[in-house]
């Protein structure tokens, strides 16, 4: 193998350990986050509405189908703050 090849596939192959290891932290981040409903203010939430498809679009706040992620246990002290869409 010509040490070109071989360094071309050392470089593929740390890539792609890598990826596997950032997408096993985001699964386990996920794990200890909740999507908590009505309390992010306008413009701050974290993912797709009804009426948009991207985080940080929402125009009211406490909107009831707007959410933001939030370590697991926290939402339901909110006040106003719900684990499901109103």
């Known amino acids: 193998m010509k040490t070109k090849t071989a360094l071309l596939s050392t ?8 990826g596997m290891t950032a ?3 985001q699964a386990a981040e ?8 009505g309390i992010a203010k306008a413009g701050k939430n ?5 009426a948009h498809s991207c985080a940080g679009q929402s125009k009211a ?9 939030l370590p697991k246990g926290t939402c339901e002290r909110i006040v106003g703050g719900s ?3 109103k």
Do not use: H, Q, R, V
């Open 11 to 18: 470089a593929i192959g740390s890539l792609l350990a890598f």
């Open 23 to 25: 997408m096993s932290a």
């Open 30 to 37: 996920d794990a200890n986050t909740e999507k908590c409903y």
């Open 46 to 50: 974290d993912c797709a509405g009804a």
């Open 61 to 69: 706040e406490a909107n009831g189908k707007e959410w933001i992620k």
């Open 83 to 85: 684990l499901t869409a």
